[in-house]
């Protein structure tokens, strides 16, 4: 059983999933609350998000039957960086010539990329193989075990985390009674689940549209180049409305959930929207495409800033794949024609993570995205796990066997 807890700026998700023999995930439960002790995706009140973490958890396990004693999580915003990086390490000795390539210079290759200083206050999250080179020659993302060459070169994406960030995740969550097994980049683990291998390898976009923030991964040849984090989200949406309107930010949100809508080409009918009476003032009446005329202009003012970061870290000015849209953002109406509009294709589309059986399927939404993508990235880790809990099963059920053939194998090593 595997929990993934996606902890937001407007609301705290969480997934139970049951991981089988054969690598297939099945989602038992879901839940949802409302964030209290966050801004803009950092953790500010730890005693506030402690609790909302306990019951969202409690709370899918409730729907899946199960009891649990930990969970991954994610990671994002201005609280994470990345960049790249490049190391060599040689294959051919003096006087001697060239060789088949192992694993332990594919780990010193890469040992050398990620040389880099670090500031005290970050620590690495993930370190990514991009592109390996024998001899110059680009060999793509595979590691070129058994390849004959001299000089082996690894280029990796690293991204790194702020470490008090890291610490107050981890203390909510063992406040709240549970253990965090892993933490990872929220867009990757998105990708684990909305993001297919063609897209990947062709080049894609995913575009992650929180209330506080707005995420971006960029994949190419099915590896991560570039990761930024924009500090505007849905959020700033809300404030326009409850500005023009004059009403409170909660009922902001609520008319903008309900009848918002971020293409004004694409409203069908104009309706109309009550907007609640504040301080004695009697309800007033607006309509959904003067709502269109305040959000339109801050989400495309969004993906401009989404698309100038994109073509200033990663240098790119055009992709073969498709843009993906997640996170709550993703949800509003007229947000794929808008971010055509903007990006200039029509490959966008919304990123709903793929059914994975159980009874329920409210978790095929583009917002519940990286909370499934947590679950699935955990097969590796899993199966990780397993694998040598067994090894070690087997060398204890013969030791004297496994000793023997140590012994064995290092006699004709001695001879070979």
Not at 95 to 118: C, F, H, L, P, W
Not at 197 to 222: F, N, P, R, W
């Amino acid at each position: 059983m595997v929990v993934g807890l996606d902890v937001g700026t407007s609301f705290i998700r969480a997934a139970l999933g049951e991981i089988h023999d054969d690598g297939s995930v099945e989602i038992l439960g879901t839940a949802q609350r409302p964030s209290v002790g966050l801004r803009n995706g950092v953790i500010v009140n730890i005693e506030a998000a402690c609790k909302v973490i306990k019951e969202t958890i409690e709370a899918s396990e409730q729907s899946a039957g199960y009891e649990v004693t930990s969970c991954v999580t994610g990671i994002g915003g201005a609280q994470t960086e990345s960049l790249n990086q490049g190391g060599s390490a040689a294959i051919a000795s003096h006087g001697k010539g060239r060789r088949e390539i192992n694993q332990s210079d594919i780990d010193r290759a890469i040992e050398m990329a990620t040389a880099v200083y670090i500031p005290l206050d970050r620590e690495m999250l993930h370190i990514i193989p991009r592109e390996y080179f024998v001899d110059n020659l680009s060999y793509g993302i595979n590691p070129p075990v058994h390849t004959i060459g001299a000089r082996l070169k690894a280029e990796v994406h690293i991204v790194t985390a702020s470490k008090t960030a890291v610490m107050n995740i981890r203390s909510c969550i063992n406040r709240a009674g549970y253990r965090l097994d892993n933490i990872m980049l929220k867009t990757l683990a998105a990708t684990q689940t909305v993001m297919h291998e063609d897209e990947m390898e062709l080049g894609s976009i995913l575009i992650d549209m929180g209330a506080g923030t707005t995420d971006v991964l960029v994949l190419i040849h099915g590896a991560p180049v570039c990761s930024v984090s924009i500090a505007v989200g849905g959020n700033l949406v809300t404030n326009d409305i409850a500005i023009v309107k004059g009403i409170p930010t909660a009922e902001a949100e609520k008319i903008k959930t309900a009848s918002g809508c971020c293409w004004f080409d694409g409203i069908e009918e104009d309706l109309q929207v009550i907007l609640p009476g504040i301080g004695g003032r009697p309800p007033e009446e607006t309509s959904t495409a003067e709502l269109c005329r305040i959000i339109q202009p801050r989400v495309e003012e969004i993906f401009s800033m989404v698309r100038s970061a994109v073509v200033r870290k990663a240098n790119l000015t055009q992709l073969s794949g498709n843009i993906i849209l997640t996170g709550g953002g993703a949800q509003m109406r007229g947000v794929v024609e808008l971010a055509q509009n903007v990006f200039g294709t029509t490959a966008v589309r919304i990123g709903i993570p793929e059914k994975l059986g159980g009874i329920e399927e409210d978790y095929r939404r583009a917002d519940y995205a990286t909370v499934i993508g947590l679950i699935e990235s955990c097969k590796d880790l899993v199966s990780a796990r397993d694998g040598k809990k067994k090894k070690r099963a087997q060398n204890a059920a013969r030791p004297e066997q496994s000793e023997n053939e140590g012994i064995l194998k290092k006699i004709k090593n001695m001879f070979f």
